[in-house]
């Protein structure tokens, strides 16, 4: 069982941390992808990051704004969103994606999903 958590209100240009966290060694062997939906929008992929750290991948309309990392000796995956705009606003998912091979921001290849965590960036 994944759980996302660290959302928040924020204002924009501000700052939030996201970490998914799954109790025990099951994410050691996944690739883990975060995703994010609007209300009336798709699911978006955000970023994705290997099972070992080793690879990373981003949205190309993050602009460099956000960074994956991950934590494997606590089994948890940080999501880190700087300059924050009000277009990212939405509830931001984990995944965990099991398929060897680069990581990928497609929701359709994700095999278990935490819950969400609201991200609100407004003045």
């Known amino acids: 069982q994944l759980q996302a958590s660290g959302g928040g209100l924020v204002q924009p240009g501000g700052s939030l941390r996201l970490s998914c966290v799954a109790p025990?060694?099951?994410?050691?062997?996944?690739?883990i992808g975060w995703f994010r939906q609007a209300p009336g929008k798709e699911r978006e992929g955000v970023s994705c990051?290997?099972?070992?750290?080793?690879?990373?991948n981003y949205a190309d309309s993050l602009e460099g704004r956000f960074t994956i990392s991950r934590d494997r000796a606590r089994h948890t995956v940080f999501l880190q969103m700087n300059n924050l705009k009000p277009e990212d606003s939405g509830v931001y998912y984990c995944g965990a994606d099991r398929r060897a091979g680069p990581c990928t921001l497609q929701g359709a290849y994700v095999d278990y999903w935490g819950k969400g965590t609201q991200v609100t960036v407004s003045s």
């Open positions: 025990g060694s099951a994410l050691t062997n996944y690739d």
């Open positions: 990051i290997s099972r070992m750290g080793s690879s990373t």
